[in-house]
């Protein structure tokens, strides 16, 4: 049951932060501060990949651009980021597209059925070619923000149980599956009979040991960041 995670880079206003005008003025007064939001753990590949860029922007802008990292859900987490990215709570995010099918349904392309498993090649074609870039154009015109590069890439997304071990997709059947967000991911777990349970990342090592839900969807670099082995997993 895997199909291809991925994240997009969203920076509030990109146009204009970045922009060249802003910077000159940016001589003679203040830094323009940079907050970016993420809800995964410091050692977090998309936090690693985020951080190495904010300080490359820092080093490019001579230091009058200073970015603030907060990580492991601090500000919001990736369910709430795109309200807050609106309202110009915080300047940047890189949210899973899962959780911004709400406002873009085509979002939830990369969980199409033909998307199971397949080679990384295949799913670059997508992600990156036409198909991504028409997700892309919705999601800037939704969240009024400029998208920054490619997906960054979490690999597949795997199914974890605490206590029940899974032979069969008939093992799924009445067990609470956490759901990261998005119709399709809680369509598959529906579709084996399991009960989609949404909650944000930030919560779910403290849910797993108190038994909220049996098993989660997410990835291994997601998992091994978190040390969900401590939770139970």
């Known amino acids: 049951m895997a199909s291809g995670w991925n994240r997009r880079a969203f920076m509030k206003g990109a146009g204009g932060v970045l922009a060249t005008p802003y910077i000159s003025r940016a001589l003679a007064q203040d830094a323009i501060k940079l907050r970016c939001s993420l809800d995964t753990a410091p050692s977090h590949p998309r936090n690693q990949a985020i951080s190495d860029y904010l300080e490359k922007i820092e080093e490019a802008s001579n230091g009058r651009i200073k970015s603030e990292l907060f990580h492991s859900g601090q500000l919001f987490a990736d ?80 199914w974890y149980t605490t206590k029940k071990p899974i032979q069969s997709l008939d093992d799924f059947s009445g067990l609470k599956i956490r759901s990261p967000g998005g119709a399709g991911i809680s369509w598959r777990i529906a579709f084996v009979h399991a009960i989609p349970n949404v909650t944000p990342w930030p919560n779910v090592p403290l849910a797993l040991s108190q038994g909220t839900f049996d098993g989660f969807v997410s990835t291994d670099e997601s998992c091994t960041s978190a040390k969900l082995w401590e939770a139970g997993v």
């Not at 995010?93 to 969980?111: E, I, N, S």
């Not at 992600?127 to 890439?153: C, M, Y």
Request: with cysteine.
């Open 79 to 158: 369910l709430n980021v795109t309200k807050a990215l609106i309202q110009g709570q915080i300047d940047m995010a890189a949210p899973g597209t899962w959780t911004m099918t709400g406002l873009v349904p085509d979002c939830d392309f990369c969980q199409l059925p033909a998307l199971y498993g397949p080679p990384i090649e295949l799913f670059r074609r997508c992600s990156d070619g036409a198909p991504g870039e028409l997700v892309a154009r919705q999601i800037e015109a939704k969240v009024r923000s400029h998208i920054i590069g490619h997906w960054l890439e979490l690999g597949y997304e795997n």
